[in-house]
């Protein structure tokens, strides 16, 4: 790959990071970026591959929040196909979210 086509996943997980702050957590009412739902974006040739939890294994929103993910990311431009992987390791804590994320919710 070159730096040219690197800089351009980059950018592409940049923007799709981006895109997935629309993604709502039904429950807790906060975006999924900044709840630290997100363990991971990878993309290479139109193909995304996103790794997230859930803030638990019984998240009754489990199969709602998975398919905002997947069609949030398959309306980036240049995204054409999307793999979500749901994982329990390591488990999510509120440590995981961002700093306005705990602000709001009252943890700093």
């Given amino acids: 790959m070159s730096e040219a086509e690197r800089g351009t996943t980059e950018d592409k997980v940049a923007e799709l990071r981006e895109a997935l702050r629309e993604v709502i957590d039904p429950e807790l009412g906060y975006n999924v970026v900044d709840l630290g739902l ?4 990878r993309v290479e ?3 995304a591959e996103i790794v ?6 019984g998240c009754p929103a489990a199969a709602y929040i998975e398919e905002g993910v997947r069609q949030r990311a398959l309306a980036v431009d240049g995204i054409r196909d999307v793999d979500v992987a749901v994982v329990w390791m390591p488990p999510w804590s509120p440590d995981m979210m961002s700093d306005e994320a705990k ?4 943890f700093a």
């Fill in 38 to 41: 997100i363990y991971g974006i």
């Fill in 45 to 47: 040739d139109g193909r």
């Fill in 52 to 57: 997230m939890t859930m803030t638990t294994p």
């Fill in 103 to 106: 602000r709001h919710f009252g």
